[in-house]
C-alpha cells in the first residue's frame, strides 16, 4: 500500500515562498505519476501540478502563472513543490498524490485520476 505525508506548510507573507515535500513510503514510487492538488473548505480539490514517474513531463493549472514548480527526487522517494511569490488566494490545504504511469506520460488532472493521497498539509498566505 502506497503511503503519501507531505510536511512544508505554514504561514507565510504574500511575496514570500514555500517548499511543500511529499514522502512516499511502499514502494514501487518510480512506477507512479504525482501532483498536487489544493482544496479550500466548501470548494471542490483544485488540480495544481502534475509530474511524470520519471520527471520529465510536467503541467501546471493556467493560475500558477510559473509561480511553482514540481520536482521529484525518485532516489529518495520524494515529491517537491516549490511556491514562489506567494499570494492570499494561495491558502489552501495542499495534497499531493499519485498514480501508476505506465508510459512516462500520465497527464490527468483530475483528482478521481489518482489513487494514492497524503493527508495535506496547510499553506496561508498573509497580506
Known amino acids: 500500500q502506497v503511503r503519501l505525508v507531505e510536511s512544508g506548510g505554514g504561514l507565510e507573507q504574500a511575496g514570500g515562498s514555500l517548499r511543500l515535500s511529499c514522502a512516499a513510503s511502499g514502494g514501487a514510487f518510480f512506477t507512479l505519476a504525482g501532483a498536487w492538488f489544493r482544496q479550500v473548505p466548501g470548494k471542490e480539490r483544485e488540480f495544481v501540478a502534475h509530474?511524470?514517474?520519471?520527471?520529465?513531463?510536467?503541467g501546471y493549472a493556467d493560475f500558477v502563472s510559473g509561480r511553482s514548480t514540481i520536482s521529484r527526487d525518485n532516489a529518495q522517494n520524494m515529491l517537491y513543490l516549490q511556491m514562489d511569490d506567494l499570494k492570499p488566494e494561495d491558502t489552501a490545504v495542499y495534497f499531493c498524490?499519485?498514480?501508476?504511469?505506465?508510459?512516462?506520460?500520465?497527464?490527468?488532472?483530475?483528482?478521481?485520476?489518482?489513487?494514492?493521497w497524503g493527508q495535506g498539509t496547510q499553506v496561508t498566505v498573509s497580506a
Open positions: 509530474i511524470s514517474r520519471s520527471g520529465k513531463r510536467t
Open positions: 498524490a499519485a498514480n501508476t504511469d505506465v508510459a512516462d506520460n500520465y497527464l490527468f488532472r483530475y483528482a478521481d485520476n489518482y489513487n494514492y
